[in-house]
């Protein structure tokens, strides 16, 4: 299985500024994704990081406020934009090589002031 | 689109009694089932998963099964231990890889 690992781990910031997470991944893998999980709840899905061109973004996510970078097959970026309370969370990002197994990032640990 | 829906949300057993947690899902097309262990502060971690050609996959303790007609699947631990206290996340999937999410089952295991 791959080894991912994200930066920071956690962090606060006041609202209106942007923090941006890296994910690195130790193997080249296929697909790549960004996902929330709010306290106490489930894995939301927040957009499809896609290698070398504009991330494919779920319902209710947009590129203004949570954009993506994919320059290679084993690194990806997800900045989250004009931050507010509401974007208190934690992201996790994930990787497959394909065959469907995938695994993830410890996740970053957002507060937002 | 895909959505799945999980139960029970909470789950309290006896060291040693067996726990099912069971999902069912909307997308015929879906064609991927993993189980993901999520201790607190910490990743979810991949414990077992099906695929839509088999009915049944064990792995030890832990067994998944899949009924494709009625659209739902159970996982299934036996022989609980204090070890297995976590929140459980049933997902589906299709061609796409895109994970869809249940809401969760925290399972408590009490010694």
């Known amino acids: 299985s791959a080894v991912i690992s994200q930066k920071p781990s956690r962090d606060i910031c006041q609202r209106g500024t942007s923090l941006t997470i890296q994910c690195q991944v130790d193997?080249?893998?296929?697909?790549m994704f960004w996902y929330r999980q709010q306290p106490g709840q489930s894995l939301t899905l927040i957009a499809t990081?896609?290698?070398?061109?504009?991330?494919?973004?779920e319902s209710g996510f947009v590129i203004d406020k949570f954009p993506i970078s994919r320059p290679n097959l084993t690194f990806s970026t997800l900045t989250v934009s004009n931050m507010s309370p509401e974007d208190s969370s934690i992201y996790l990002c994930?990787?497959?090589?394909?065959?469907?197994?995938?695994?993830f990032g410890p996740g970053t640990r957002l507060t937002v002031l | 689109g895909e959505n799945v829906e999980q139960h029970p949300s909470t789950l309290s057993v006896q060291e040693g009694d067996s726990a099912v947690i069971k999902c069912t899902y909307s997308d015929s097309a879906s064609n991927y089932f993993p189980w993901y262990k999520q201790e607190l502060g910490k990743r979810p971690q991949l414990i077992i998963d099906?695929?839509?050609?088999?009915g049944e996959k064990k792995d030890q303790r832990i067994a998944v099964t899949l009924n494709k007609t009625a659209k739902h699947f159970s996982l299934h631990i036996t022989e609980t231990q204090p070890e297995d206290s976590a929140v459980y996340f049933c997902a589906a999937t299709t061609n796409t890889d895109k994970l869809i999410f249940g809401t969760g089952t925290r399972l408590q295991v009490f010694p």
């Open positions: 193997s080249q893998v296929t697909m």
């Open positions: 099906i695929r839509s050609n088999v």
């Open positions: 994930s990787a497959t090589s394909g065959g469907a197994e995938q695994f």
């Open positions: 990081a896609n290698q070398g061109s504009e991330a494919t973004y």
